[in-house]
C-alpha cells in the first residue's frame, strides 16, 4: 500500500496521506514516512527534551507538539490516514 501512495504523490507538496505522530520521540518514524509522501498533521510527545528536539528536526511544522496523551481529547486529534505511534 505505501508503495502505491508513493507512485501516485510524485511533486505533490499536499501530501499522498496524512498521519499523526503519536509517542513521537525526536521524529525518527516520521522519517520513513514523509519520504512516501506522507503529511504529518498531529504529533504528541511528552518529554520536553524531546519536543525540543523534534521542533527542530522539523522546524515547518504548522501545528504545536501536544505533550501528555492522557490530556488529549480524541477530538483534538484531526482526521488521518494513518497513526504512528
Known sequence: MLKSLS????GSDAGAFTFVDLFAGIG???RG????GGKCIFTCEWDR????????NFP???HVIAG?????RGEE?????????
Open 68 to 72: 501528555d496523551i492522557t490530556q488529549v
Open 49 to 56: 527534551h524531546s519536543q525540543v528536539t523534534y521542533r527542530a
Open 77 to 85: 486529534i484531526p482526521s488521518h490516514d494513518v497513526l504512528l505511534a
Open 7 to 10: 507512485r501516485s504523490s510524485a
Open 28 to 30: 525518527g518514524l516520521r
Open 60 to 62: 515547518h511544522d504548522e
Open 33 to 36: 514516512f514523509e519520504p512516501l
